[in-house]
């Protein structure tokens, strides 16, 4: 099992960026019922739950980007997303996509998200 995250980059405070996490070796079933998390952590700082999505639809943010973070999922393509709008400085992060599939965490390489004018 492998998880893929891509989408990070620089943007300017007041952007948005929409980061992907690719599953494979996964079968469907199983991915479609995994409960999805997006994590971060900036330099200094403790990694910090950012999202969830339970496998029903369920979703969660944390209070600093409730409001302007979205996380989905597109079980026909194993795929979650975390769409990310009206960026701060503060958000910037190494971003980790993290599924529970086979009784275990998995996660996916961090991708970097900078928010600098």
């Known amino acids: 099992v492998q998880l893929q995250a891509c989408g990070g980059g620089l943007v300017q405070p007041g952007g948005s960026l929409r980061l992907s996490c690719a599953a494979s070796g996964v079968i469907s079933s199983v991915f479609n019922n995994a409960p999805m998390r997006w994590y971060r952590q900036a330099p200094g700082k403790q990694r910090e739950l950012v999202a969830a999505m339970t496998s029903g639809g369920s979703t969660n943010f944390a209070d600093s980007v409730r409001g302007r973070f979205t996380i989905s999922r597109d079980n026909a393509r194993k795929r979650m997303y975390l769409q990310m709008n009206s960026l701060k400085p503060e958000d910037t992060a190494v971003y980790c996509c993290?599924?529970?599939?086979?009784?275990?965490?998995?996660w996916g390489k961090g991708t970097q998200v900078t928010v600098s004018s």
């Open positions: 993290n599924a529970h599939l086979y009784g275990e965490h998995y």
